[in-house]
């Protein structure tokens, strides 16, 4: 493997994830060269981006992944479906952040999670997921999971965030490309900026969750997201010691309309804070400066107390 790879011990006892990383190694170096040469962009609908990039590197995945795991099948963003009867299916974006890519903004990534179906689960429902891979070519960063095994960037533990509080956070969000002027998003977005060390939009929802996962961020939250966009992240983060929940709370959907992960510490404040924006109530005076310093002092010495 790459400078990113995992040790090879480690590699040794993942089922699916140390196999699949070398292939998301190989189609981030296709992406890489893709993005030093420059691409053609065209539009798929009114406004989402793709380019040969998403169709190549997507072909080369498909063809790669049925190679290494015949009995598998895949689920991809530009419309690969192979061997869906499969009881492990991979989810993936061949290239998450096109819009970024596409403008030459160097924040993008191939992700690919594993979900296990069984035999008697409906076609409407989730099964676990078992298996994430997201490899960032522009910093040569591999993040990767598999249930129960921990979670690793590089070869290294993975764990959220410690950080208690939501004034004390950086969190992040994603605006869909289409249905732009319908999305409610910007009214929550308005409301964490206010409430946080402050929000973050960077174009990846692979690598949002990723970030999550490796405590760079303490929370991300998006509207309708796709199982090729969450599928990797929901395992990192959950791997990590975080949890991902709909914004009420309930259990995470791959095929989301809500998605809400965060380092678990800061999840009940961000909850109370969706419901009572969900119900039009009037939201708590935000403290001064001063006043947030007191508290943070006051909680601070509240849990030295304890130690």
Avoid at 14 to 39: C, D, H, P, S, T
Avoid at 110 to 139: N, Q, T
Avoid at 204 to 209: E, G, N, Q, R, V
Wanted: charged letters at 25%.
């Amino acid at each position: 493997m790459s400078s990113a790879g995992l040790p090879s011990e480690k590699d040794a006892e993942l089922e699916w994830a140390g196999r699949a990383a070398r292939i998301a190694l190989e189609a981030g170096q296709k992406l890489k060269e893709f993005f030093v040469a420059g691409v053609e962009t065209e539009y798929k609908g009114d406004v989402d981006l793709v380019t040969v990039a998403d169709r190549t590197v997507e072909a080369f995945l498909r063809q790669a992944l049925l190679e290494e795991f015949p009995e598998h099948g895949i689920y991809g963003e530009e419309g690969t479906r192979d061997r869906l009867e499969s009881g492990l299916r991979w989810y993936v974006d061949p290239l998450d952040g096109t819009t970024n890519f596409a403008h030459g903004f160097p924040h993008f990534c191939v992700s690919m999670g594993l979900e296990e179906r069984g035999p008697k689960l409906r076609d409407d429902e989730d099964g676990p997921i078992v298996a994430a891979v997201i490899y960032d070519p522009m910093r040569d960063e591999l993040f990767v999971a598999e249930r129960g095994r921990g979670a690793w960037l590089n070869g290294r533990r993975m764990r959220v965030s410690t950080t208690p509080v939501l004034g004390e956070s950086l969190i992040a969000t994603g605006f869909p490309s289409r249905k732009r002027h319908s999305s409610p998003n910007i009214h929550f977005y308005h409301e964490f900026t206010l409430r946080s060390h402050g929000v973050r939009r960077a174009g990846s929802a692979a690598l949002d969750l990723a970030y999550v996962a490796c405590g760079r961020l303490e929370a991300f939250w998006e509207f309708h997201l796709n199982p090729w966009d969450t599928a990797a992240g929901f395992l990192l983060v959950e791997e990590a010691g975080g949890r991902v929940t709909s914004f009420d709370g309930a259990l995470r959907k791959l095929d989301s309309q809500e998605v809400l992960a965060s380092n678990g510490r800061i999840h009940e404040e961000l909850l109370g804070l969706f419901a009572a924006m969900f119900r039009g109530q009037d939201l708590a005076v935000i403290p001064t400066a001063a006043e947030y310093a007191a508290s943070r002092r006051a909680r601070q010495a509240g849990e030295a107390a304890t130690i």
